[in-house]
Structures are given as C-alpha cells and as structure tokens.
C-alpha cells in the first residue's frame, strides 16, 4: 500500500471504518458520514463522494480535502513516468474513438462522443499522480478521466494535478467525451506516476 493509502485508511478507521481494505474502509466511511443503507441506497463510492463534497471541481475539492488531512500526492516521492507521448507530438501511442483526433501537439475532440486512451503499466488498488491541461468548453458529464477500473473524475478547464486510484484493475488510462457536444476541445502534457 502507497503512503498517500496508509494515510487515507488510518483516516478511514479513525472515523468509523472497521476495515483493513482501503476500498472498504473508504465505503464504510462513506456510508458512515452521509448516514446511507447499502442496501437501501447501493450508491459507489464515487457518487457517495459527489454526494459528500458537491459536484462542482470534483478532482479539486478532493484533492483539497486529502491535502487538509495530510494525505496528498504533491509531496510524495513518484516512480517513472508512465505515459508515452504524453505531450501529444506525434499521433502515435493513443488510441482514438469517436470525434477524437491528435494534432498540433494535442489531443482533440470535436464533441462526438467517444474516448481517447493508451494501456499503462499500473498495479491495482494503486494511488497515482495525474497532470493534463485541458482547454474547452464542457457540458453536461463533460470531460471524464478513469484509470483502470478505479476514480473517475470530471475533469475542468486548466493545467489540473490529482490523485487518480486504479481500484480492481489496471492496464488504461481513459479520457472519454461521454455525450456529444460534452467537451469540445483539447488535453495536453498528459502524466502518470506512482506515487511510492
């Protein structure tokens, strides 16, 4: 388990969660301090954190909200970089569906529905430290950045840092217009290290 890990799940159990699995403990706590049956509300853990911390700069607030509580990748030692191409100077090492296109030293999405991603070399129930700028204009669902099976985040207008969990899986890194006419615009100087 990462440190940024060690230090969520001493979080987690200080505050109700039995559990010594991170992705547990962190459910039990979810489910804990929003007072919601699994059985009655079987929201993920995902949506139990929009519930938690609004819906606005998703990424943002959470980052926040780990850095106000010691947990934060920014200060952590981080492993190779992982992702080829990141800087989008060739159109080579992504893989593009629907209105996604790489050119001009950036990957592009003309608002069609679809995904841009690349296989990484990942371990699951891992923490990793992602950076992308992105510029465009975002609607709905907007832009949406997942890495295996595990965080999903809304992802905003700016040069954006977070940290980004595989959960039971690994091998991807997706960035996904997820309706047409959802994001229209472009990501570039894309990152992903361990955080060790």
Do not use: H
């Amino acid at each position: 388990m990462t440190q940024v890990n060690d230090c969520k799940l001493a979080f987690y159990q200080a505050n109700g969660a039995t559990s010594n699995a991170i992705q547990d403990a962190e459910r039990e706590y979810l489910i804990a301090v929003l007072s919601v049956s699994q059985a009655i509300v079987p929201m993920s853990n995902q949506d139990m954190w929009l519930k938690l911390l609004g819906d606005g700069a998703y990424p943002d607030v959470r980052d926040a909200f780990w850095l106000a509580r010691g947990c934060t990748g920014a200060d952590r030692t981080l492993g190779a970089e992982l992702v080829t191409n990141g800087g989008f100077d060739s159109d080579t090492d992504w893989l593009k569906s629907g209105g996604w296109t790489v050119g001009n030293g950036t990957g592009n999405s003309d608002g069609v529905a679809g995904d841009l991603f690349q296989g990484v070399s990942t371990t699951q129930n891992t923490d990793y430290w992602l950076t992308v700028d992105v510029s465009g204009t975002f609607q709905g669902a907007g832009l949406t950045v997942t890495l295996g099976d595990g965080d999903l985040f809304a992802v905003t207008d700016g040069a954006k840092s977070t940290i980004i969990n595989t959960g039971g899986s690994s091998g991807a890194i997706f960035f996904k217009c997820v309706n047409t006419n959802e994001f229209i615009g472009s990501i570039d100087n894309v990152s992903l290290k361990e955080i060790l």
